[in-house]
T-cell receptor
C-alpha cells in the first residue's frame, strides 16, 4: 500500500531552526508538496519538489531525495506564527495525491 | 483569503436531516475537490470534478452526494449521516489537475457535527 510518514507533533523555540521529516512509499512519484494549516484555517501551499535537492523560499526550505523516499521541511528563525500543522503529500504515478497525517508544530517563547 | 469560499463554516445536524455544503472558487480553476479531514488522520479525497465532470468517487457512501453545476461552484449534499461523519469538509480547486505543480487552493472548511 501507499504510505506517508511524518511525526505527529514537534516542539521548538522561537528564533530556532526546526526540521520536519517526511518519508514515503508510493506507486511512482510525480512531485512532493508541503502545506501549512493553522488551526481552524485552510491548508495553504508552501512548496513543491519534483527533482532532488533543496528548494529555498525565504525562511522555509524543502529538500527531496527520491532514491530514499525522503523529504524534509526546514523552518529557520522560527516565529510564533509558525505554530501550525504541516502536511506532506506525494503525487503518485496516477497523479493522485497521497497525504500524511500532518505534523503539529508548537513554538514556545 | 485563498479565493475559495465555503459555507456554512459550522453545521450541526441530526441523523435524519438533509443539508448541503457549498463551495465557490474565484480563481478560474478547472478542477474542484471535496476532502474529508478528521483529527490526526490524512486528508481523504472524496470527489473530483474536472470541467464540471466527476472524475473520481473514492468509494464514498451514497449519503454524500456531490453536485457541480459549473466550474466555479461545488456542492455536497448530505442526508441520513452517521455520527462518524463528523469532520471538517474541505473544498479545493486547482488550475491543472495533472502535471506541473498544480497545487491545491483550499477553502477554510465546513465543520460538520452529526448528533
Amino acid at each position: 500500500g501507499q504510505n506517508i510518514d511524518q511525526p505527529t507533533e514537534m516542539t521548538a523555540t522561537e528564533g530556532a531552526i526546526v526540521q520536519i521529516n517526511c518519508t514515503y512509499q508510493t506507486s511512482g512519484f510525480n512531485g512532493l508538496f508541503w502545506y501549512q494549516q493553522h488551526a481552524g484555517e485552510a491548508p495553504t501551499f508552501l512548496s513543491y519538489n519534483v527533482l532532488d535537492g533543496l528548494e529555498e523560499k525565504g525562511r522555509f526550505s524543502s529538500f527531496l531525495s527520491r532514491s530514499k523516499g525522503y523529504s524534509y521541511l526546514l523552518l529557520k528563525e522560527l516565529q510564533m506564527k509558525d505554530s501550525a500543522s504541516y502536511l506532506c503529500a506525494v503525487r503518485d504515478s496516477n497523479y493522485q495525491l497521497i497525504w500524511g497525517a500532518g505534523t503539529k508544530l508548537i513554538i514556545k517563547p | 483569503e485563498t479565493g475559495v469560499t465555503q459555507t456554512p463554516r459550522h453545521l450541526v445536524m441530526g441523523m435524519t436531516n438533509k443539508k448541503s455544503l457549498k463551495c465557490e472558487q474565484h480563481l478560474g480553476h478547472n478542477a474542484m475537490y471535496w476532502y474529508k479531514q478528521s483529527a490526526k488522520k490524512p486528508l481523504e479525497l472524496m470527489f473530483v470534478y474536472n470541467f464540471k465532470e466527476q472524475t473520481e468517487n473514492n468509494s464514498v457512501p451514497s449519503r454524500f452526494s456531490p453536485e457541480c453545476p459549473n466550474s466555479s461552484h461545488l456542492f455536497l449534499h448530505l442526508h441520513t449521516l452517521q455520527p462518524e461523519d463528523s469532520a471538517l469538509y474541505l473544498c479545493a480547486s486547482s488550475q491543472k489537475p495533472q502535471g506541473g505543480s498544480g497545487e491545491l487552493f483550499f477553502g477554510e472548511g465546513s465543520r460538520l457535527t452529526v448528533l
